[in-house]
Structures are given as structure tokens and as C-alpha cells.
């Protein structure tokens, strides 16, 4: 079975701009998780899409946004980039809702710079 | 509130020698416990799990946590540890909100392996 993708693997954007990424989730997987990762943060916790449908949000600004689509495909935009917006965006799927006794399986991450 | 504490930041091995990394969470219900691995520039791997039951789990890789509740721990363990286990590892604790869940993060162990 496919693990999870995510496109593109690479970015880089300027100050102001916006960018989408892509995740493809496992297959029969409903759940999609997208988590950032920066040196100085950690892995935090972004959404979670169940059913195309934001089930939790953790601590971003408004300019973080997402959705998801009836065969779970997700996708994330950010509006308005900040340098501080450079990080490995990760997406993870699983079985269920996050939180509960299902794992959750990671991509490859995309990274993006902004300059 | 929830959390996760990995003390060592960097731990330096032999290989062949022993491994335990340390885990401390703080959770309220009975927690659900992940350890993940984290090549440079990749996802984040499942290597184990700690849902019920038995409290010593076993997972990929020569890999096995242990479950303490009197202690809030949940170390990973591997008695022999080869040169590709030089990564970072990540442990977690689901924790369910409203009507979805996120997994919460330690902010990582750098193990580095000595020939």
C-alpha cells in the first residue's frame, strides 16, 4: 500500500506571497493531520480534516488554512508569508480521528523557505 | 495541560552499546504513546505504540518502550545499536479535544551513533 504523499517536496516563495500544498493520504485512510516543524518550535500541530471537515485547529493565524476533499486528499494554504513561515510542513494520515487509538503515518514533508 | 518532556536533547552512543531515551508526559486520561524516527530531511516513522495492555511494547527496527503510569514515562529502549540508528526520535501523546485530536510532541532526542 502507498504511503502518504506530499507535493511539491520543495519550496520557495517570497515574503507576501501564498502557496497550497498537497497531501494524498494512505489509502482508506479519512483523517488528515498537517503538523509544522522548525528548529526553534518543534513539531506543532496545525489542523485535522475528518470527513472534509476541519475537526481541530491548533494555535496558527488565520492565514493558515486547509481543506479537504471528498477521496481525503488535502490541501494547505498559507496567505501572506513570513519568513517565520519557513518550516517542514508534514502531513500524517490515519484510520480515524487523531487523538484516539488510531496511528498516525507521516510523508516525506514539504519543505518551504521564504525569502 | 498536556505535554511531553524528552530531557536529552543529544545523546552520543557506541555502536553496539545499549539505548534508552527518555519520555515524561503529562495526560490526564489514560494516554495513548508514540515513539517516532526522524531521518535528516524525511517524515517522521512510526517505530512503536503504547495504547493497553502489556506495558512493554515492542516496535520496528529492535525497538521496545516501556509503559510506566507511577512514573508518567514511556522510555524507549534497543539493547545494540547500529550505525543507522544515528536519527532523531520523537515521542507523543494523542490527545483528543472537542471532536478530533492532535498528537502532541516532545521536542526530540538527536541520537548520534560512534563507530
Known amino acids: 500500500k502507498a504511503g502518504v504523499t506530499q507535493t511539491p517536496r520543495y519550496l520557495i516563495k517570497t515574503r507576501g506571497q501564498q502557496v497550497t500544498l498537497s497531501c494524498s493520504p494512505i489509502s482508506g485512510h479519512r483523517s488528515v493531520s498537517w503538523y509544522q516543524q522548525t528548529p526553534g518550535q518543534g513539531l506543532q500541530f496545525l489542523f485535522e480534516?475528518?470527513?472534509?471537515?476541519?475537526?481541530n485547529k491548533g494555535n496558527f493565524p488565520g492565514r493558515f488554512s486547509g481543506r479537504q476533499f471528498s477521496n481525503s486528499r488535502s490541501e494547505m494554504n498559507v496567505s501572506t508569508l513570513e519568513l517565520g513561515d519557513s518550516a517542514l510542513y508534514l502531513c500524517?494520515?490515519?484510520?480515524?480521528?487523531?487523538?484516539?487509538?488510531?496511528?498516525?503515518?507521516f510523508g516525506p514533508g514539504t519543505r518551504l523557505t521564504v525569502t | 495541560a498536556q505535554s511531553v518532556t524528552q530531557p536529552d536533547i543529544h545523546i552520543t552512543v557506541s555502536e553496539g552499546a545499549s539505548l534508552e531515551l527518555r519520555c515524561n508526559y503529562s495526560?490526564?486520561?489514560?494516554?495513548?504513546l508514540f515513539w517516532y524516527v526522524q531521518s535528516p530531511g524525511q517524515g517522521l516513522q512510526l517505530l512503536l505504540k503504547y495504547f493497553s495492555g502489556d506495558t512493554l511494547v515492542q516496535g520496528i527496527k529492535g525497538f521496545e518502550a516501556e509503559f510506566k503510569r507511577s512514573q508518567s514515562s514511556f522510555n524507549l529502549r534497543k539493547p545494540s545499536v547500529h550505525w543507522s540508528d544515528a536519527a532523531e526520535y520523537f515521542c507523543?501523546?494523542?490527545?483528543?479535544?472537542?471532536?478530533?485530536?492532535?498528537?502532541?510532541f516532545g521536542q526530540g532526542t538527536e541520537l548520534s551513533v560512534k563507530p
Open positions: 480534516y475528518f470527513s472534509e471537515t476541519q475537526r
Open positions: 507523543a501523546v494523542a490527545a483528543t479535544y472537542n471532536q478530533g485530536g492532535k498528537l502532541i
Open positions: 500524517a494520515s490515519s484510520l480515524g480521528l487523531a487523538g484516539y487509538s488510531y496511528e498516525q503515518y
Open positions: 495526560y490526564g486520561a489514560t494516554p495513548y
